[in-house]
């Protein structure tokens, strides 16, 4: 923890007395986090060659007390340790929370880290009146109202391919389990029956495999079924170079006439919900297999477990559910989905709890990358990578320029905002500027130098007061 005269030390200005220091803490609202630790890259090119200075000046906001982060849902170490770094106060739970209980504890955080079962709802989102952005440590962004979060000001961060390979993986593995009836064979040995059968049990080399959602999974998952000996054909709605000699059909009906095995690899959105029912099963080949790891809403489990049944579909491994269980050791019942034992009881399906980017490589990844991006946005309020807002983001601040202050001013995109905006800004000079805008939230940030400490306070209320304000931060 720093004190007052330490952040002195670093904006490099005359220290005060004890005792101005005290009066200047309070009047301002110094947050003692983040601490010394965070080093904002930066690159100056000498030689030819880029090199890395270290002369990066520490910012800190100004009307935030200490920064605290609830991080939910088991969050990889990696990524608790580089928060704990900054001095920012976590608070670490190994499972996702009712939304009650959530609503109840996040009005005290500025952040908040989750995974995929985290429902960051509106009605949720209204009550984190200290919010500034959430971190999705995983790659689908479905359980968050990310336009709500954006037109309230808080940024939303993912990790866009951090797990892509391992649940491509998963797929290759599932897709040999279930030619080869592996999971019924195991279970059988498990209790002590020796079962040894060939009848519908088949080799992959040869059989075509249909991807539906063509991105970062399925192109990777293209990739490795080809150099198992596989046809690979796939339906996106964009038309995508296709990888090695897949092939792009026109429909998701040419798709599912054609594949052997078909596997879902499409984000959760109103188009893809029950992307897979009735008409589409019928369409699918007698005796072939349906994988789904995207997201539970893309396939009308019920009509699955009815062609399952019929030997329409010979095979299925599902690691995504409509209901999920919040934690560990929750059961997974009626309770929970209406048709729950009815899937449990089917042979040759392999059901996992949404494990496709459980693993130790893609999980320190993503800790590192989501909180490396919360860090970046709540030091020094770049926005490179959110799935929300404009991508901004300025060189850091030197330690040559100790009484420049950052100002951000998230606001909503309508005309003269920024006449607004550099009246108030125009009182000092401006270093450096940038805005841009996504939809109807625009995103402002200016490095204003020759700032006295004391000013602060005024400039972040004469924008606080303009009628175009959604949030204002600034950082000193
Ligand atoms: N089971 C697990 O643990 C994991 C599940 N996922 C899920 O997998 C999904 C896909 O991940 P990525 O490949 O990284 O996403 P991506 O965004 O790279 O690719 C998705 C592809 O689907 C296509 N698409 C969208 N709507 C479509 C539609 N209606 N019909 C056909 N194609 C459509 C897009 O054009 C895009 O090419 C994620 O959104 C996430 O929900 C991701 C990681 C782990
Ligand atoms: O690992 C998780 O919790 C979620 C994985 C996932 O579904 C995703 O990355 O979108």
Redesign the pocket.
């Known amino acids: 923890m720093t004190s007052a005269l330490d952040v002195t030390e670093a904006l490099d200005i005359e220290p005060p007395t004890t005792e101005l220091a005290r009066r200047v803490s309070s009047s301002l609202d110094l947050s003692t986090s983040p601490n010394g630790t965070f080093h904002p890259a930066s690159w100056v090119k000498g030689g030819g060659q880029l090199t890395r200075t270290s002369t990066n000046k520490q910012l800190k906001p100004f009307a935030t007390e200490d920064i605290k982060i609830l991080l939910l849902e088991n969050v990889n170490k990696t990524g608790l340790d580089r928060l704990e770094a900054q001095g920012y106060q976590v608070t670490f739970l190994k499972t996702s929370l009712p939304e009650d209980e959530l609503i109840a504890k996040i009005r005290d955080y500025h952040v908040i880290g989750i995974r995929?079962k985290t429902k960051l709802t509106s009605r949720v989102l209204r009550e984190a009146k200290n919010l500034i952005v959430i971190g999705c440590f995983?790659?689908?962004t479905?359980q968050v109202d990310t336009q709500y979060a954006a037109e309230h000001g808080i940024a939303v961060f993912n990790s866009?391919?951090s797990?892509?390979r391992s649940?491509a993986e998963l797929v290759i593995g599932e897709i040999i389990s279930l030619a080869r009836q592996l999971g019924d064979r195991s279970n059988e040995m498990h209790r002590g029956t020796w079962n040894k059968v060939s009848n519908g049990c088949w080799e992959i080399r040869g059989k075509t495999l249909g991807i539906?959602?063509?991105?970062?999974?399925?192109s990777q998952l293209s990739v490795l079924a080809e150099a198992f000996g596989m046809t690979v054909v796939f339906?996106?709605?964009?038309n995508?170079m296709a990888l090695g000699t897949a092939k792009q059909l026109p429909s998701?009906q040419a798709l599912l006439r054609t594949a052997d095995f078909v596997t879902c690899?499409?984000?959760?959105?109103p188009?893809?919900k029950n992307?897979i029912g009735r008409k589409e099963i019928e369409y699918m080949k007698e005796g072939s297999y349906l994988i789904n790891?995207?997201?539970g809403s893309v396939i009308e489990i019920p009509a699955l477990i009815d062609a399952m049944r019929a030997g329409k579909i010979a095979g299925a491994a599902l690691?995504?559910y409509p209901a999920e269980p919040g934690g560990n050791g929750d059961y997974f019942t009626n309770d929970l989905n209406p048709w729950a034992e009815d899937l449990r009881s089917l042979k040759n399906i392999i059901l996992t709890p949404?494990?496709?980017?459980?693993t130790e490589e893609a999980q320190s990844a993503i800790g590192i990358e989501v909180s490396e991006a919360l860090v970046r946005y709540v030091n020094e309020g770049s926005t490179l990578g959110a799935v929300n807002m404009p991508e901004v983001n300025l060189r850091s601040l030197t330690m040559d320029e100790a009484n420049h202050v950052r100002v951000i001013y998230i606001h909503r995109n309508i005309p003269g905002v920024l006449r607004g905006v550099n009246a108030i800004l125009g009182d000092h000079n401006v270093d450096k500027q940038m805005t841009d805008s996504r939809g109807d939230v625009a995103y402002l940030m200016a490095d204003i130098s020759d700032v006295n400490v004391t000013l602060i306070k005024d400039l972040y209320q004469r924008l606080e007061s303009l009628s175009s304000r959604i949030m204002t931060r600034v950082l000193y």
């Open positions: 995929s995983c790659i689908g479905n866009p391919f797990n892509s649940v539906i959602g063509y991105g970062h999974i399925g339906y996106d709605t964009v995508l998701l690899h499409v984000p959760e959105l188009e893809t992307m790891a995207s997201r690691d995504v949404h494990i496709g980017g459980s």
